[in-house]
C-alpha cells in the first residue's frame, strides 16, 4: 500500500536553481522523512520532521510539513550537479507497526 | 565506524533454485528490514525483525522467508526463486523506535533467469 507519494516524478535543472519536490500522504504520521539515492546505491537519510513541526532545516534542504493538507515539500536550494539523485519521502502510517512506507520517488537532475 | 553490508552485490540465479542474501550490520540495531526496488513500485517491505527471535512479514513477503538468530545478521532467503523476483534488495536497520530513521545496506542486484 503506498502512503507517500512524490511529485513530480522527474525534475530538471540548472545548477544554482533551486529544487522543490512535494510529498502526499493519505493517514495521520507521527513523522515524515526525506531520503536520498543516487544510482545503484542505497537509501541515505536527510531529514526527519515529526507531525507537531512544521518547518526543518539542515544546510541548503528545508523540509516544510502541513498536516492539514496531508503534504510536505523539501527545497533544495542552489543545487549542485552532485544533488542528481532521486529523492523518497517516507512515513509511518501511525499504526501499531509503524513502519516506513515510501514513495515512488522524484528522480532529480542537475545540469552543471 | 559502523556500518551496514550487504552481499553479493551482484547474483545471478536460476528459476526453482533457493538463494540467500545475506545483510550485516554493525550499528547494533533491534530492528532490521528487507525492501525490494523496482520500476514504478519504489520500494516495497518484504520482511521484517524488531529483535532477535523476532520475525514479521511485510507486504509483499511470499516466497521470501528471515530469520534472526542475532542482533548482526538478518538473511533474506528466496525458497524457490522465481524471474518475479528478479529486483535490486535493500536491507536496513533502525535503533529503537519502528519509525525511526533506517539505514540502508548499498543493495543487491538479483537476476533470476
Known amino acids: 500500500s503506498q502512503q507517500g507519494e512524490e511529485d513530480p516524478q522527474a525534475l530538471s535543472i540548472q545548477e544554482g536553481e533551486n529544487a522543490t519536490m512535494n510529498c502526499s500522504y493519505k493517514?495521520?504520521?507521527?513523522?515524515l522523512q526525506w531520503y536520498r539515492q543516487n544510482s545503484g546505491r542505497g537509501l541515505v537519510h536527510l531529514i526527519l520532521i515529526r507531525s507537531n513541526e512544521r518547518e526543518k532545516h539542515s544546510g541548503r534542504l528545508r523540509v516544510t510539513l502541513d498536516t492539514s493538507k496531508k503534504s510536505s515539500s523539501l527545497l533544495i536550494t542552489a543545487s549542485r550537479a552532485a544533488d542528481t539523485a532521486s529523492y523518497f519521502c517516507a512515513t509511518d502510517a501511525g499504526g501499531s507497526q509503524g513502519n516506513l512506507i515510501f514513495g515512488k520517488g522524484t528522480k532529480l537532475s542537475v545540469k552543471p | 565506524d559502523a556500518e551496514i553490508t550487504q552481499s553479493p552485490r551482484h547474483k545471478i540465479t536460476e528459476t526453482g533454485r533457493q538463494v540467500t542474501l545475506a545483510c550485516h550490520q554493525t550499528w547494533n540495531h533491534n530492528n532490521m528490514f528487507w525492501y525490494r526496488q523496482d520500476l514504478g513500485h519504489g520500494l516495497r517491505l518484504i520482511h521484517y525483525s524488531y529483535g532477535v527471535q523476532d520475525t514479521n512479514k511485510g507486504e509483499v513477503s511470499d516466497g521470501y522467508s528471515v530469520s534472526r538468530s542475532n542482533t548482526e545478521d538478518l538473511p533474506l532467503t528466496l525458497e524457490s526463486a522465481a524471474s518475479s523476483q528478479t529486483s535490486v534488495y535493500f536491507c536496513?536497520?533502525?535503533?529503537?523506535?519502528?519509525?525511526?530513521?533506517?539505514?540502508f545496506g548499498p543493495g543487491t542486484r538479483l537476476t533470476v533467469l
Open positions: 493517514t495521520s504520521i507521527n513523522n
Open positions: 536496513a536497520s533502525s535503533k529503537a523506535r519502528r519509525s525511526d530513521t533506517q539505514y
